[in-house]
Structure formats: structure tokens, C-alpha cells
């Protein structure tokens, strides 16, 4: 099984600030098959990024992925009030597993 | 547009069973693989089972194995998860979320219900 550590556990920002959070693989993923989800409280979770780097449809450019093989990260160029969540990536090279996530908290 | 929507959830005492539903509408159900995810309170997301859109290939983690089933009916856009010998720690939302490719493998989620929620208590 593939498992993914996220950090850091909290990111605490202010709504203009750039956030910077990583997705580590305890081997390394295939194809680049990672994606990161957003969560709200009392939400469903929703895609952002596939294949590392794609966009999912109607995600803001502000959002971008990158990493390849064992590291990936999700910014967040300049967040805006409604990016405050918990952030989940998720490899689906071998069967599917997730991160244990990251809050981006308001500072 | 496309929804899923989740039912069945609700209180049930350990050992006991549990169907759970997922009604999907605004795709073409038969041409998508489809997933059980679930969050316990507090916690973060643990995939649970999927199927392919034929239902000719599915997985499941493993301490769900031997204890759930998935399936899903085409002809009533519809997923299901069945439960059986439920303990307090399969406390969660159940989330369906539809895979991206017609194949199961290397599908992302990218449609997700609203959840049910299970409760394993006595």
C-alpha cells in the first residue's frame, strides 16, 4: 500500500498569502497519478487537481500542482476567504489511498 | 449535471447490517466506474470499495473485505454498498464518488455525493 504523509499538519495564512503544501509517497507513484481534493466543513469533498498537475474543470487558475514521483505539492498563489479548508491528495496508481490532509486555517 | 445522492444511513448496533444507496443522474451511469469513500468524525478520507462500470472488476481496502459488498444496477443508475457485521469503528460518512475513465484502474473521483451518515452504536 502506498502512504501518502501530508505537511504540515496546519497552515495558518492570511487571504492574499501564498500556501505551499506538500504530499509525500512512501514509493513512488506512477504516471503521476496524484490528486488533491478540497474540503469544507460539512462538505463533500472536490476535485482540484489530477495528474499531478491538471486542473479539474472550473478550478481557478490560482490552484496549481506539481511533483513527480515521491513529492508532490498544491499552491495556492494568493488565497482568497473561500480557500480555507482541509486539503487532501490521493494516489490512484495502486488501488486508491488518501493523505491524512492539511488545514489551511485563517491566521 | 451530474448528482449522486446517498441513502440508507443510520443507526445500527454492532454486528448488525446496513444497505447503503447512491442514485446517480446526469451521465451516462454504465459508462463510469464508481467508489465508496468514507470520513469518520473528525477524520480525514478513506477509500472504501469500487466497481467497475460492467461490474467485472472490483476492490475493496482490506478491513472492509469480506464484510462489504458493492454492486451496482446499470438499468437504475444506481450503486450500492452492503454491510454486514458493522462495528463502532465503520462510524463515518459514506461518500459515492463516480471515477473519471470507463476503467476502474487509475480513476480519480471526480463526482461526489453529499454522504449518508452510519452510526455503529449499541
Known amino acids: 500500500e502506498i502512504v501518502l504523509t501530508q505537511s504540515p499538519g496546519t497552515l495558518s495564512l492570511s487571504p492574499g498569502e501564498r500556501a505551499t503544501l506538500s504530499c509525500r509517497a512512501s514509493q513512488s507513484v506512477s504516471n503521476n497519478y496524484l490528486a488533491w481534493y478540497q474540503q469544507k466543513p460539512g462538505q463533500a469533498p472536490r476535485l482540484l487537481i489530477y495528474?499531478?498537475?491538471s486542473r479539474a474543470t472550473g478550478i481557478p487558475d490560482r490552484f496549481s500542482g506539481s511533483g513527480s514521483g515521491t513529492d508532490f505539492t498544491l499552491t495556492i498563489s494568493r488565497l482568497e476567504p473561500d480557500d480555507f479548508a482541509v486539503y487532501y491528495c490521493?494516489?490512484?496508481?495502486?488501488?486508491?489511498?488518501f493523505g491524512q490532509g492539511t488545514k489551511v486555517e485563517i491566521k | 449535471e451530474v448528482q449522486l445522492v446517498e441513502s440508507g444511513g443510520g443507526l445500527v448496533t454492532p454486528g448488525g447490517s446496513l444497505r447503503l444507496s447512491c442514485a446517480a443522474s446526469g451521465f451516462t451511469f454504465s459508462s463510469y466506474s464508481m467508489n465508496w469513500v468514507r470520513q469518520a468524525p473528525g477524520k480525514g478520507l478513506e477509500w472504501v470499495s469500487s466497481i467497475s462500470s460492467s461490474s467485472g472488476y472490483i476492490y475493496y481496502a482490506d478491513s472492509m473485505k469480506g464484510r462489504f459488498t458493492i454492486s451496482r444496477d446499470n438499468a437504475k443508475n444506481s450503486l450500492y454498498l452492503q454491510m454486514n457485521s458493522l462495528r463502532a469503528d465503520d462510524t463515518a460518512v459514506y461518500y459515492c464518488a463516480r471515477g473519471s475513465r470507463i476503467q476502474l484502474s487509475n480513476s480519480v473521483f471526480d463526482y461526489w455525493g453529499q454522504g449518508t451518515r452510519v452510526t455503529v452504536s449499541s
Open positions: 490521493q494516489q490512484y496508481d495502486s488501488a486508491w489511498t
Open positions: 495528474d499531478a498537475s
